[in-house]
Every structure is written in C-alpha cells, then in structure tokens.
C-alpha cells in the first residue's frame, strides 16, 4: 500500500510498515506539502499536530484508509471522509492511560508547587515556606467528560482516596448506576464545576464542546479550585481562564497540556504566571502507549488488525462517550 506517514509514530512499527509497503514520511508537514505527497497516497496515518484537511484530502484522489494513531479527530474534515466513504480507523485505547497519568501529574505539580519549587530552586531560593500545598486525598475530584481517559482517571482517584464526580454528554440512570457501581457519581456539568477541587477537562472538541468552559462555567467553579485540561485546547476559553486565574480569580491554578496554538515558537497567554504549568501536548506521548499504538496502526494497515466496528470511532460517537 502507499503510505503517508504524516505524524511520529513508533520507530519499530514505522520499521515495520517499510518492509511492506510504500512509505513517504513526513512529520508535521505544512498543509501545502502534506497536499503535494497526498497525491497518489492509499493510506494516511496522523496524529495531533497537523491538519488532515479538506484540501488535503481532496488532493489525495487515492485514499481509501485514514488511520488516526491516537485518539482526536478535531484535525480532519471528517465530512469529506463520511462523504467518500474513506475507512478511518482510531486507536484511541492505548493514549487513555498515559493521558490519565499525566493527569495526575499536572494535578499533583499544582498542588504541591513542584514545578514551581523546581524552577525556584534552579535559580538558588529555597521556597519552602511558600510552597506550603494541599493533599489530593478527601477532595473532590471533578471530571468532564466521563469516557475511556476520564473513567481511568476517576478510578486512579478512587485509588488515591479522592472523590470522583463527573459527567457525560448523555447521562441515562443505567450509565449513572454503572458508575455509582466504580464509585463514580454521575451528576451534570453545574453541579460538577460546583463540587469539584480538582476540576480535569476530558472531551473531544467538536462543535458541541468548543468553548465549553468559557467565562459563564468558570463563574461557576468552586473558588480555589485546580483546573487540569488534558482534552483540547479550544474546550476551554484561555482568555476567560486567565481571568480567574490572576489575583482575586476563582481557580487557584491550572495544569494545561493542550493549548488553542500549539507547536514551535507559540506562547500561550497564561505562560509567565506562576500558578500555571504548561507542557506541549504530550499526554500520550509515552513509550510504552506509542508502541501499543505502533503496533495496532502496523495491523490496521496490514489488515490484521481488529475488525472496523470493533475499532471505528466517529467524532460524534467520541464526544457522546
Ligand atoms: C490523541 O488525540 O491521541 C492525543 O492528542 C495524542 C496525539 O495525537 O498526539
């Protein structure tokens, strides 16, 4: 098959892909390149970081196969795919816990002013007295959006003693007594910001959820809560997020792994303050989630993989899990 490699994936499975196929490589091309390679391309795989769009794909007159080595689809025309019948394929499972992890992470780095305390201690102050934190055990664990990583991270809670409340695109009593069945307590959006200490961002963007924590839902917010956002950018508006995030705002700090712009030289609005921490979209950026999901694009491709309805996803099925 000829393959367009238009994101990093797994060096074996790259490898792999090599051996028996026709492969064209080239990591988060510009859109005019990506275009010019599409041309007689059978088979893209992508991840985040480049657009899949309509031009692209309109350019790509062979595609049959779209192969998503992870899970978003905010960055393809996804119409296009619908109306040329094109077989897309996620891989949404192995990123779900490396996402949930860093989750944590971003979580536990507010709480306790790691990164904060690291970067002081790098310049010679030892801030202890002002890096006095709080425990994540007993509070209140907020999630929006209770799918495959908002699940892991409601039980990696449980684990630490939290207490997980969330929400879903389409609550039913049969989904909230599963949950209440894991400990989870299923709730709406209002009562989720209201209750939640530690508020984490857990949906796809699409049109429904763009925006979707904007200055009207921040009001809302328990003061002093933390906000961890390891979904998309575009779900939260950073401007109104900056807002409550300086001196008299209602959230204490944010853990952003996803930004509105994101990629080499972009600076997001909230960097220099000092309850924030940014990291470059790197929730499944893990070695042992890149290589499961190496491994499945590799079976995809080869057609040994699981089968199109075990495995297909559409935006719209993501963003009512
Ligand atoms: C994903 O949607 O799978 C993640 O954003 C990871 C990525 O594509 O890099």
Same mark, same amino acid.
């Given at each position: 098959?000829?393959?367009?490699?238009?994101?990093?994936?797994?060096?074996?499975?790259? +490898? *792999?892909?090599?051996? /028996?196929?026709? %492969?064209?490589?080239?990591?988060?091309?510009?859109?005019?390149?990506?275009?010019?390679?599409?041309?007689?391309?059978?088979?893209?795989?992508?991840?985040?970081?480049?657009?899949?769009? &309509?031009?692209?794909?309109?350019?790509?007159?062979?595609? /049959?196969?779209?192969?998503? =080595?992870?899970?978003?689809?905010?960055?393809?025309?996804?119409?296009?795919?619908?109306?040329?019948?094109?077989?897309?394929?996620?891989?949404?499972?192995?990123?779900?816990?490396?996402?949930?992890?860093?989750?944590? $992470?971003?979580?536990? &780095?507010? =709480?306790?002013?790691?990164?904060?305390?690291?970067?002081?201690?790098?310049?010679?102050?030892?801030?202890?007295?002002?890096?006095?934190?709080?425990?994540?055990?007993?509070?209140?664990? @907020?999630?929006?959006?209770?799918? &495959?990583?908002?699940?892991?991270?409601?039980?990696? @809670?449980?684990?630490?003693?939290?207490?997980? %409340?969330?929400?879903?695109?389409?609550?039913?009593?049969?989904?909230?007594? #599963?949950?209440?069945?894991?400990?989870? #307590?299923?709730?709406?959006?209002?009562? %989720?910001?209201?209750?939640?200490?530690?508020?984490?961002?857990?949906?796809?963007?699409?049109?429904?959820?763009?925006?979707?924590?904007?200055?009207?839902?921040?009001?809302? %917010?328990?003061?002093?809560?933390?906000?961890?956002?390891?979904?998309?950018?575009?779900?939260?508006? #950073? =401007?109104?997020?900056?807002?409550?995030?300086?001196? $008299?705002?209602?959230?204490?700090?944010?853990?952003?792994?996803?930004?509105?712009?994101?990629?080499?030289?972009?600076?997001?609005?909230?960097? @220099?303050?000092?309850?924030?921490?940014?990291?470059?979209?790197?929730?499944?950026?893990?070695? +042992?989630? *890149?290589?499961?999901?190496? *491994?499945?694009?590799?079976?995809?491709?080869?057609?040994?993989?699981?089968?199109?309805? @075990?495995?297909?996803?559409? *935006?719209?099925?993501?963003?009512?899990?």
């Amino acid at each position: 098959m000829k393959i367009l490699v238009a994101s990093p994936i797994d060096s074996d499975a790259l +490898d *792999q892909l090599r051996t /028996r196929h026709d %492969v064209v490589v080239a990591f988060g091309a510009p859109e005019e390149e990506l275009r010019r390679l599409a041309v007689d391309r059978e088979a893209i795989v992508f991840r985040s970081g480049v657009s899949i769009s &309509s031009e692209v794909l309109a350019a790509a007159t062979d595609l /049959r196969l779209l192969v998503r =080595a992870g899970s978003g689809l905010d960055n393809l025309d996804l119409e296009q795919v619908r109306r040329r019948g094109i077989e897309l394929r996620r891989v949404p499972g192995p990123g779900a816990q490396a996402v949930a992890e860093l989750t944590f $992470g971003l979580m536990l &780095s507010l =709480a306790r002013g790691i990164t904060l305390g690291d970067r002081l201690l790098h310049q010679g102050h030892w801030a202890k007295s002002e890096l006095v934190g709080y425990n994540l055990t007993g509070k209140t664990l @907020g999630i929006v959006g209770l799918g &495959s990583i908002g699940s892991r991270v409601a039980a990696l @809670g449980s684990a630490w003693g939290m207490r997980p %409340v969330g929400c879903v695109h389409t609550p039913s009593p049969t989904r909230a007594a #599963e949950f209440a069945a894991k400990g989870i #307590e299923l709730t709406d959006l209002d009562n %989720v910001l209201a209750a939640a200490d530690f508020l984490t961002i857990h949906v796809p963007l699409g049109a429904e959820t763009r925006g979707m924590i904007g200055a009207a839902e921040l009001s809302r %917010v328990k003061p002093g809560a933390f906000l961890v956002n390891v979904a998309r950018g575009g779900v939260v508006d #950073e =401007a109104a997020l900056l807002h409550e995030l300086r001196p $008299g705002g209602r959230i204490r700090g944010a853990g952003l792994d996803v930004h509105v712009n994101e990629g080499e030289g972009k600076v997001s609005p909230l960097a @220099g303050l000092p309850n924030v921490v940014l990291t470059p979209h790197i929730g499944a950026a893990t070695v +042992d989630a *890149q290589r499961e999901i190496g *491994q499945e694009v590799v079976a995809i491709v080869d057609g040994t993989g699981p089968t199109r309805e @075990g495995s297909v996803m559409g *935006q719209a099925a993501a963003e009512r899990a």
